[in-house]
Each structure stands twice: as C-alpha cells, then as structure tokens.
C-alpha cells in the first residue's frame, strides 16, 4: 500500500505511485501497487495536480460537538450532508480566489475519503471494501452567503474552495488523528478525528443509501472547533496525521 499522486514533471500529467520516496508511474490513481519506477526527481521539479477528480463531491456538516456549538445549531441525528461542485477542487500549493473581497469568508480543515469502487446501500460491514484512501481538505465557506440563502451549496462551490491533497494515503486508520489547521504559521484549529459524532464508515454507510458512489467521489467529513476568517496574503496549513500537509494561499 502506497501513497497515490496526480503529478506534473517536466510539463508532463502523470498518475504515480509513491512509496518510500520512490515514485512509480501507475495507468490510474485505482492502480496501489506495481507501476514503472521513475528516476530520482527533486522535489522542486514536482507540480501537485488534484489527487482526484470526482464526479461528486460530499461535504458532511455539524460532525464536530465543538464546532456546532460555535456556531449554533442543533447536533444531527443523522450525518447531514450536502453537494459541492467538483470544479471548486484546488490542488496543493494553489490560491484560493475570494469573489467577494468584503464578504467573511472562512476555513474549515477537513479529512477527505476518496472512494474506490462504485457502491450503493453500502452496509456498515462492507463499507471498509469501497475505500481507496483519505487526504486532506479544506471546506471554504462564504459565510455571508451562507446566512442569506440558508442552503449551503453554493457558499461553498465557487471556484478553488476545495483544497485537496496533496497526496491520497491508501493505508491509513482514520479513527484517531490529529487534525490541525495553520493560518500564517498560528495554529487556529486543533481537534481529532476521534471526536467526530459520525466516523467515516458510518458516513459513507449513509451517504450511499439511494445514492450510487463511484471510483473517484469525494466525501469531505467535516470540521474541528476553530473556523476563521481568511484575507488576501494569507498562507494555511491543513495538517491530517499519516498525511503529508496540504498547503495553499489566498489571493
């Protein structure tokens, strides 16, 4: 089991495969083993492309006990989710565009489950067979908008409001991690994935009832107490542990 990467090298996509600081070219990122081993690359000489490019993309809300009581609201009984657009994917080290400058606008660290296999009314006992992986996310939300539409679709759909990456890990236990969110070097959120109400498996478990997941969709699993607002100049720092961290900037 390996990290798995969508890569540009010299100009050049690819798909690969990391392991041990080895890089192997793979034919999809569902290929977690074999691949043709590349030469030593620098570091500098490689570009993160979005992990994954799904056809749907999940957001989970209120699945942190701190976080609903920062900003209100009721604890769900069940996981409440909702749809994003797959076009606001950003990946590592890309710039998150603010289309209105004097709205708040926030960030939200998050783990991301990348699904592996096409899958509908999966079964608690099963669900463990339709994970490729997880990475790191950030969920931005237009927090003005929010308020005023009261759905929360489009407050978090405008294009690069979706950080994903940089990598996925596809040997990973997501029951018990760190999960912390750094703005210009300040630690603004800190909580664990232990203490989400609804774990991973429960929500793909929910959110495949009635409705078809494919190779490639996303599931972002909400966030830990700390959301804050974000501004022009900003750097921020998503780390997951077993992940490496998910760094972008604000334009």
């Known amino acids: 089991m390996a990290q798995i990467a969508h890569l540009k090298i010299e100009g050049k996509p690819l798909y690969a495969r990391i392991e041990e600081d080895r890089i192997y070219r793979i ?149 018990k991690l760190k999960i912390q969110l750094f703005q210009n070097d300040i630690l603004k959120q800190d909580g664990n994935t232990e203490m989400m109400i609804f774990d991973c498996h429960q929500i793909i478990s929910h959110v495949s009832q009635g409705i078809t997941l494919s190779a490639g969709d996303v599931i972002l699993t909400g966030t830990p107490c700390g959301i804050g607002p974000i501004t022009s100049g900003d750097t921020l720092k998503a780390c997951i542990e077993g992940i490496p961290p998910l760094t972008v900037h604000v334009k």
């Open 27 to 175: 034919d999809s990122p569902f290929q977690i083993s074999g691949g043709t081993l590349l030469p030593a690359i620098a570091e500098e000489q490689i570009e993160y492309l979005p992990p994954i490019l799904p056809n749907k993309l999940f957001a989970v809300g209120r699945n942190y006990t701190e976080h609903i009581r920062e900003i209100g609201g009721e604890r769900p009984s069940e996981p409440l989710f909702w749809l994003k657009a797959p076009s606001s994917i950003l990946p590592h080290n890309g710039f998150i565009q603010i289309p209105y400058p004097e709205h708040r606008t926030d960030f939200e660290i998050e783990l991301a489950i990348i699904i592996g296999k096409t899958g509908k009314n999966i079964p608690l006992s099963s669900v463990q067979n339709y994970i490729l992986g997880y990475t790191c996310a950030l969920d931005i939300t237009d927090r003005t908008i929010q308020k005023v539409e009261g759905q929360w679709s489009r407050c978090k759909s405008f294009d690069t409001f979706t950080p994903l990456g940089p990598v996925i890990e596809t040997d990973l236990d997501p029951s």
